[in-house]
């Protein structure tokens, strides 16, 4: 574990208990105002201190999490979960559960966008088809 005198950005801190997949990740979400300490957007530069209390915002979900101890480096879950108390609100809890069964399949909805490769080859054959047909005429 680090000392209270040593200083750890923000961004190094989140991206290691695993908030973010990655530090630019982390960074671009202290600047695009999706990371709070107590509702004021920081600096992925800011130095985090024990007892600090962060709201984040990711894509996923939502957390509010009060830092227990400092992690410079990034280690597996379990370990790192010990790092940070989650102090998340039920109902926010309870939304992310919810949203989570509507999740994107990444598929195309049907007859929107490109062709698959299946139906190209069906318009290909049905256009060579009516090429022969007005060759024949």
């Given at each position: ?32 105002g ?12 800011r130095?985090?201190?024990i ?25 597996q ?28 399949t ?14 190209r ?17």
């Amino acid at each position: 574990m680090v000392q209270n005198t040593e200083k750890l950005r923000l961004d190094k801190y989140l991206w290691a208990i695993r908030i973010f997949k990655t530090r630019s990740q982390a960074s671009a979400a202290c600047e695009a105002g999706k990371v709070k300490l107590n509702g004021i957007s920081v600096k992925a530069s800011r130095a985090v201190a024990i007892g600090d209390k962060y709201d984040i915002r990711n894509e996923a979900r939502k957390w509010k999490i009060e830092v227990l101890s400092l992690l410079p480096n990034r280690v597996q879950y379990a370990e790192a979960i010990k790092h940070y108390l989650d102090i998340t609100p039920e109902e926010d809890k309870l939304a992310m559960q919810s949203t989570a069964f509507s999740f994107d399949t990444g598929k195309r909805p049907s007859k929107i966008g490109r062709p698959t490769k299946k139906e190209r080859r069906s318009l290909d054959d049905f256009m060579d088809d009516k090429d022969e047909e007005e060759a024949g005429q």
